[in-house]
């Protein structure tokens, strides 16, 4: 949590209150290699958004995401964060390509 708010804060100067959403392992092409991220939302924002070195920072409407060229996963992600309520208990998730180049995330049971 602490990783979280330190990276909101370098990277667009905000505060805001997170709470942890979940967890999902991203299967790479590398067999030996994954990634593992953890998913925050969060509320109470304070402070003025700037960009940094990582990037231009900007508020998007949830609805133009899929207009957006972002990575294929993450409208999949959003919209289970954005139907979340805070103090719902933490998902666990795995993204990953089938042989025939299909994304598939799965949700914990």
């Known amino acids: 949590m602490s990783a979280a708010k330190r990276e909101l804060k370098e990277e667009t100067d905000l505060d805001a209150d997170l709470w942890l959403c979940g ?14 991220l953890y998913i925050f939302s969060g509320e109470n924002f304070e402070g003025d958004l700037k960009s940094s070195n990582e990037g231009a920072a900007e508020w998007v409407e949830v609805e133009r995401v899929w207009e957006l060229p972002v990575v294929e996963d993450l409208p999949i992600l959003l ?13 666990s998730a795995r993204s990953n390509y089938d042989r025939d180049g299909t994304l598939r995330v799965e949700f914990g049971k």
């Open 23 to 36: 967890t999902m392992i991203v299967d790479t092409s590398d067999a030996y290699t994954g990634i593992c």
């Open 79 to 91: 919209t289970k964060v954005y139907n979340m309520k805070r103090g719902d208990p933490p998902f």
